[in-house]
C-alpha cells in the first residue's frame, strides 16, 4: 500500500509541473471512511460546494468517502505523502502519528453534551491542540462533530462484568485501549471499514460506535443488543497536507477557509440530529434491541472506568486532562 500512495503523490506532483498547470484548477482530494450520509460525509459534501462557488471553480474538490482510496492509517500516510490534500479523521486517531493529545477527547465520559465540548475545540485548548499538527506536516483547519458513543454486542451490557472476556474492535487510541481492559475485555485495534464483518462473522464480539455510523455501516443488523450508554465522543479534525496549503495563493486560501468555516458551522449544527434520526431508524428496524442503563447502572459504569483517567496522565500528561476538566467541568478533579 505504501508503494500505490508513493505513486499516487508522484502522479499529483507531477501534474503540478505540467504546461496547463498555470490555468488548471487546484484540486482537493478530501478522503474519508464513512457514508456520505453521516455528519462528516455531509460537511465535506458542503465544504466542497462552497469552496468550488466561493473560489469560481479555481478550486476542485473531489471527495471520496466509504474508505474508497485509503483505510486509517494509510489515509493519514498517503495525506503526509500528498497522495491527497484533505482528511477528517476521528480524534482516536492520531496516536499512531505522534499526536496522542487528541486522544483526551476519548476520555470516558468527559464531555457531556456538545455545548460543552464546544468550550474546547473553540476556545485556547483547541487552538493549541491544532497547532501540534504541524510539526506533522499538517495543518488543522477545524472540529467537526459526530456524536457520542453507543455499545454494541450480541449481549446486554448492563454492568462491567458483562464486559469481562469480550472483544471489542475500537479505533486506533490507547485511552479506548485502557477503557476495554479496565472492563475486564479485549481490545482490537481495526480499521473502520472492517468492522461490519468483524461482527457478522464473529472475529470480535462487540464495538463501540456513533448512531449514524452504527446505521450506515449496518453493525445494528449484525448485533443483537445496543446498548445506550453515550459513554465517549467521537468528532473529528480536518486536517489538510500543510505543503500545499501554504502553496496555495493567499486569497484563495482564504476563500478555502471560508468556506470550511461555514461548512463546520452546518455540519456541527446538525450532526446531533443525525444521529437521531439513525437511531430512529435502528427502532424502527427491529434489528436490534436497544437497552437503557438505570441510573444504577449508569454510575457503576462510570466508576468501573475511572482509572483510565490516571493511566492516561501517564500518557498524555495530568496537565492536559485538567486543563480540558477545567473547561468541561468548570474545575480540576
Ligand atoms: C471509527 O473508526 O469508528 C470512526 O472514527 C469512523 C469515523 O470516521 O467516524
Known sequence: MRKLIFAAASVAALALIGPAAAQAPIIIKFSHVVAPNTPKGLAAEKFKE???????????VEVYPNS????????????????????????????????????????????????TLRKVTDGPLGARLLKLLDSKGMTGLAYWDNGFKQMTANKKLLTPADYKGMKFRIQSSKVLEAQFRTLGAIPQVMAFSEVYQALQTGVVDGQENTPSNIYTQKMHEVQKYTTLTNHGYIGYVVVVNKKFWDGIPADTRGLLEKAMKEATAYGNGQSAKENDDALAEMKKSGKTEFVTLTPEQDAGMRKAVESVYTDVAGRVGKPLIDEFLKETRGATN
Do not use: R, W
Not at 496516536?95 to 468527559?110: A, H, M, N, R
Open 50 to 60: 462552497l469552496a468550488e462557488k466561493y473560489t469560481d471553480g479555481k478550486v476542485k
Open 68 to 115: 474508497q482510496l485509503y483505510k486509517d492509517k494509510e489515509e493519514l500516510e498517503a495525506l503526509q505523502l500528498g497522495a491527497v490534500q484533505m482528511l477528517a479523521p476521528s480524534n482516536s486517531k492520531f496516536g499512531p502519528i505522534g499526536v496522542k493529545e487528541f486522544e483526551v477527547f476519548d476520555l470516558p465520559y468527559i464531555l457531556p453534551d456538545l455545548t
